[in-house]
């Protein structure tokens, strides 16, 4: 290696550890103070960076928050196509997606809050490509439960998001607040959380939307 490809090696990697400490402190600070409180001066500060340097790769903090979110709904939308492509039956599919909630809520916790956060606030959505993703997906996961019997034939795309992807995180985030149980996560917690989501989508959705509707 020449020393002009070292250099270009090292810039790169240091660059790469300065976006790591961006990102970090962007889930930190926006978990702890909020999206109105994580501000670019202090983003900058808490990752050991010139304020300058973040523009040079995001346009302001909207853009760099909106950007760590779309890496979380790759990630999550990863491990759904990731066991669909060697499953036979929705259980299969469930069991490692709330595992990989749990693991995640383990090893960084902050992420998950930070999820749930930009989840429930209106100034950030899914980007069009990755929704259209995640719709192609639950409706795959739909049709293998439909084909197993595990899920009513009523269920709809959004519904399969909303109790496969939200519960899990919803379920995650009371549990952080402590607001019924002072206590940890633990395996039960996971398999409840598992077995509660399975139940739902063996309900009868149609049904009551039916009977409702009278």
Known sequence: MNSHSFISVMAKLIDESKLHRIKEAVVELTVQEGYGGASIAA????????????????????ELVSDLLDETIRGITGQIEETLTHCSSIREVIEPLVQYFFDLAAAD??????????????????????????????????????????????????????????????????????????????????????????????????SKVSNASI
């Not at 983003?43 to 909207?62: Q, S």
């Not at 049709?143 to 998001?161: A, D, K, P, S, T």
């Open 109 to 206: 916790p902050h992420r998950v809050r930070f999820v749930y956060s930009l989840i429930n606030d209106y100034r950030f959505s899914i980007q069009p490509q990755q929704l259209q993703h995640i719709q192609s997906l639950c409706s795959r996961v739909a049709m293998l439960g439909r084909l197993r019997g595990e899920v009513e034939e009523g269920f709809r795309e959004e519904e399969i998001y909303l109790m496969a992807v939200i519960y899990p995180i919803e379920f995650i985030n009371i549990r952080f607040k402590q607001l019924f149980v002072q206590e940890p996560l633990k395996m039960s917690d996971r398999l409840r959380v598992v077995e509660l989501i399975m139940a739902s989508l063996r309900g009868s959705a149609s």
């Open 43 to 62: 983003i900058a500060r808490k990752a050991n960076v010139a304020t300058g340097y973040l523009y040079r790769f995001y346009a302001g903090k909207y």
